[in-house]
């Protein structure tokens, strides 16, 4: 299966910017769907954006469309999130997904299979 491990988390000023990545072994495949969701304490977890990994069309969440930035490294095996004009409502712990059986683009967390353990990013204002 596909291991995902996500980095680049870290505390930032309202207005900065940071980068996330999510390296995974063993390969992707190229008919998968990546994903990047967030998760505050309390809440469900939250859909941000989703790459298709052999085209690199992309989608976002209405709430960072415009800010942030998904794409890919298609020979590293590895997936990005940069976030520009970062807000305190950014705040969260960011997952790396995968969904190996896509249909098209979902929002839906329970349709992706494979998770990374999270990397956190605070914004403070």
């Given at each position: 299966q596909v291991q995902l491990v996500e980095s680049g988390g870290g505390s930032v000023q309202a207005g900065g910017s940071?980068?996330?990545s999510?390296?995974?072994s063993g390969g992707?495949?190229?008919y998968y769907i990546m994903g990047w969701f967030r998760q505050t304490p309390g809440k469900e977890?939250?859909?941000v954006a989703a790459i298709s990994w052999r085209l690199g069309s992309t989608y976002y969440a209405d709430a960072v469309r415009g800010r942030f930035t998904i794409?890919?490294?298609y020979a590293k095996?590895?997936?990005y999130l940069q976030m520009n004009s970062l807000k305190p409502?950014?705040?969260a712990v960011y997952y790396c997904s995968a969904d190996?059986?896509?249909s098209g683009w979902t929002e839906r967390r329970y349709d992706y299979d494979y998770w990374g353990q999270g990397t956190q990013v605070t914004v403070s204002s």
């Open positions: 940071l980068r996330l999510c390296a995974a992707i495949s190229t977890r939250e859909f794409s890919r490294d095996n590895t997936m409502e950014d705040t190996k059986n896509p």
